[in-house]
């Protein structure tokens, strides 16, 4: 196998180089589309301005402490310095690391440069109808799910081919998780911050459209949209390939067939989704909706086809990791149909928590929590299913093969991530597209078709949260394999026994269970907090501007208001709190690792992962279901716009923005993070533990 190799890496690099030349492509080819309108023009210039600057503030506040981390790292791992051997492993770890935080910039960057150059060009498209319009959205957000995938996969397999070390590998994707919890969280409080102040004062108050230029908060809103993106489903598949490649690594005593399934698999996973995006296409009155789906469906299809075909073909792959991969991919497309039913505005769910607005928003807000924890209970059993289904067709190639093959379910479900993020990225694009649409003044049939993209975009969003978060459970639960792996390492390098499992009658595994369990609520809390300050701030800049500049109210020629002012609000709200939640998680590992030793990080990750799994579900499907219960009034039911129906839907909408945008997509990389510290610890934790 080890010949083969090369052959392996040679695909790896291949499909990486298509996935950016594509990319390159279709990027060139939305540039080519025109933008006419002045108004677009200045905006998305205003757009693009905001969203740099706060990019750049916040990634210089990251720098500071991705300089400290990696000083920590050099000091402390895998081996304490002044105990080690070998200095150079530490300085490796050290440099993936910083790796890891450098290609995750870069992918939250790539969703500013995606988006801001498609809003506008999409907007002015949509006069022409809904074909021209989604087709710029769509190639916009495949130009991010391309070069964020290629670069991740690419990253993982020059780190690896660079040290050949997957504890090594463990240092790229800790940078990857712990510059996208931080952005993710940075990024969600900015923009809704934003959102919230815009929705309250300006349709709630004062009765003016969502997108109107008058409104300070307007332009934040935007800005926040698109800041951050890409990064937390980059860390998600850095660390789904990371845990299957030091799973693989403690099945073979060198690189094997393990190891190459990883890497082949998931470049076959790239390659499926440049057939899915290149055979996207929508008709003239088409459904986007389906579109986006058919999509997902073909590029699923040419993954199963072509990994069998790689199985067949090459020596030492097994039909039964395929079997584990295709299980994980087949439950993360239930794992969307599902999320799909309960957040689609053409399903009944809904249209229930629409028709209960008609009674008020204290209605509004108990149908939409209900129906949310609801939605949880599908994606749980999907994930459950999957793991119990990988570690059943495994388990029969011997020890360890089972916790091997939900990693490579993980990594199954995540091989069309480039079609996830595609999708992804295309809902913020459309939603600038439609705000665009409106201050671009280009008329109500243009606005109309703005807002199907809008709400398929909204529909899919969902869908494709569910579907990460259904990932991200596999992919925790390999990396609870992996700190097994890495802690009985540890434990047989100091002589103890290892461990087979993790006993939750153990009052020290249950002591870690206890505290892991309350970690997302805490930092779920934090964030929306966060959302809450700030916004408070900024509605108090609104009432100000609309009270001071003269004319502002009425809309007179002219008479702008001050864009910069809320968007400063929004920066500094998030920088002073993007730190504080993602500090707290990691800080809590350490203590329970410190305190109870290896058997309680163990209940302490249990504990973390069925908490945050549940809250991440329940907050992402609210959130979605009260965003496109509002559009369903908006597009004229019961009520329609203005109505009291409508003003209760927009404060259930507003509760639900930080649920679905700041807190519940943060729960899956927070979960990622204390997992990987938890691996990068364990021999610190071996070595010094009260109880350990």
Known sequence: MEGDMALIYGVTFFSVVMALAFALWLHLWVKRQPVKNPVIREVSGLIKAGANTFMRKEYRVLAVFAGVAAVLLVLFLPTPLWRTQNAWRNLAMAVSYLAGTAFSAIAGKMGIIVATSSNGRAAEAAQKGIKPAFLIGF???????????????????????????????LGFSFGASSLALFAKAGGGIFTKTADVSADLTGKVELGIPEDDPRNPAVIADNVGDVAGMGADLFDSNVAAMTSALVIASSLEASTGANTAMVFMYAALGLIASIIGIATARIGKGGSPTRALNASTYV??????????????????????????????????VIIGITTDYFTDDSKPIVQRVAHASRTGSAFTILSGVSYGFISALPAMIGIAVSALAAYQICAPLGESYALFGIAMAAVGMLSIVGMIISNDAYGPIVDNARGLAEMGDLGENTIRVADELDSAGNTVKAVTKGFAIGAAGLTVISLLGAYLSEANAALMEAGRAVLTGFDIMDPVVFFGVLIGAAVPAVFSAMLILGVDKNAQRMVAEIHRQFQEIRGLREGKPGVRPEYDRCID????????????????????????????????????????????????????????LWDNAKKYIEAGHEGGKGSDAHKAAVVGDTVGDPFKDTAGPSINTQITVVSLVASLMSSLFVAFSLFG
């Open 139 to 169: 190639r916009g957000g495949a130009v991010m799910g391309l070069t964020v995938v290629g670069i991740s996969l690419f990253g993982v397999a020059a780190v690896l081919l660079a040290f050949g070390d997957t504890a090594i590998s």
């Open 299 to 332: 590029t699923s299809g040419a993954f199963v086809a072509l990994t069998a075909l790689a199985t067949l073909l090459i020596e030492g792959f097994s039909w039964r990791i395929w079997g584990a991969s295709a299980v994980g991919l087949l439950v993360g």
């Open 569 to 624: 609000i929004a920066t500094a709200g998030a920088l002073r709190e993007l730190i504080p939640a993602g500090l707290m998680a990691i800080i809590a590992t350490l203590i329970v690792g410190f305190i109870g030793g290896p058997g309680a990080i163990g209940g302490f990750l249990l504990g973390n992962i069925v908490s945050g799994l549940l809250l991440s579900l329940f907050m992402s499907n609210a959130g979605g």
